[in-house]
């Protein structure tokens, strides 16, 4: 009995995908993307699942209009049933819970991940395994951190993991998730933003969460304030903004804060990141003109 979901499930997923896109005025050539592959997965003979087993993500985007980020989609939802992308636009991103479903790691460890790490993918969970920053998060030794990474092999295996072109996640420049970041709560606070209503820490089901898709270059951008629970805890759910790049080859996440001390205190900084955006600053402050003292661009 085949234990994954068939091509006319993962179709269906791909339409919602598509569906939300729209309402949340993503470009329509993204929601045309996700609609398209999923007329194909209806047309094709061949189940989605046995295509990945058989040649992996290659197998899947040889198929027409299924490049590298949709054959990811694609194999995620036949890996794990779960579309990590479906769950953010629908609001119901849980990465806690995510976390706690590889083995070794219960409630308390994902939450330390999650604070300490912003970790939100099982793939940032595995190249943090492998760079050593899981190593330095409390709770785990050496051979829980070799368990980790060896359950998430097992798990992730078939997956295109680190695409030749981001061997380890090319960092993308601070100056552009700054800017992406500045968009963000620009319209945000101006209320042009759709906002959807995410499951956690809601009662109510309000639909308080702005959420922004924007583009720079082939870059593309899905943005949210953090519904994390410390963002809850410490009061910064309108401070701390998640921006999630899918840029064909890797899905990368970063977050972005005001920072409360050093030389960078009330200046945004995306977290982990602080020497290159004190470089950046540093580049954006004004030189001198006839003996003036010189003047610093404002914070952003």
């Known amino acids: 009995m085949r234990a994954h979901p068939g091509n006319e499930e993962i179709a269906q997923a791909l339409d919602e995908v598509a569906e939300l896109l729209a309402q949340q005025d993503a470009r329509p050539f993204r929601a045309a993307a996700y609609r398209r592959a999923a007329e194909t ?3 094709d ?3 989605a699942g046995e295509r990945l087993a058989a040649g992996g993500l ?3 985007t040889a198929l027409p209009g299924i490049g590298p980020s949709l054959g990811r989609a694609i194999a995620e939802l036949v ?3 779960r579309l990590g992308l ?6 119901h991103a849980d990465p806690e819970a995510l976390l706690t479903s590889v083995p070794g790691i219960g409630p308390t460890l994902a939450r330390t991940i999650h604070e300490r790490l912003h970790v939100e993918t099982l793939e940032e969970l595995e190249m943090a395994a492998h760079d050593g920053r899981l190593a330095r998060v409390p709770g785990f030794g050496a051979r ?3 368990g980790v990474a060896e359950a998430l092999a097992g798990r992730l295996g078939r997956r295109a993991r680190f695409p030749a072109e981001h061997p380890a996640g090319e960092p993308i420049p601070v100056a552009e998730l700054l800017d992406v970041d500045r968009e963000y709560r620009r319209e945000a606070e101006a209320g042009t933003l759709r906002r959807i209503a995410p499951s956690r820490f809601n009662p109510r089901g309000e639909a308080w969460l702005p959420i922004l898709h924007t583009e720079r270059g082939a870059r593309h951008y899905t943005v949210l304030y953090s519904n994390s629970a410390r963002a809850h805890q410490v009061g910064r759910t309108d401070d701390w903004v998640v921006v999630y790049l899918d840029d064909g080859g890797w899905e990368r996440q970063a977050t972005v804060v005001t920072e409360t001390r050093g030389p960078l205190a009330g200046r945004r900084v ?6 290159e955006c004190l470089d950046h600053y540093a580049r954006r402050v004004r030189r001198p003109v006839l003996g003036a003292a010189p003047a610093v661009v404002p914070a952003v």
């Open 41 to 43: 997965l209806r047309r």
């Open 45 to 47: 003979q061949m189940d």
């Open 58 to 60: 290659e197998a899947l």
């Open 79 to 81: 890996e794990t049933g």
């Open 86 to 91: 479906l769950d953010r636009l629908r609001g």
């Open 144 to 146: 829980r951190v070799r």
């Open 270 to 275: 995306v977290r982990g990141r602080e020497r």
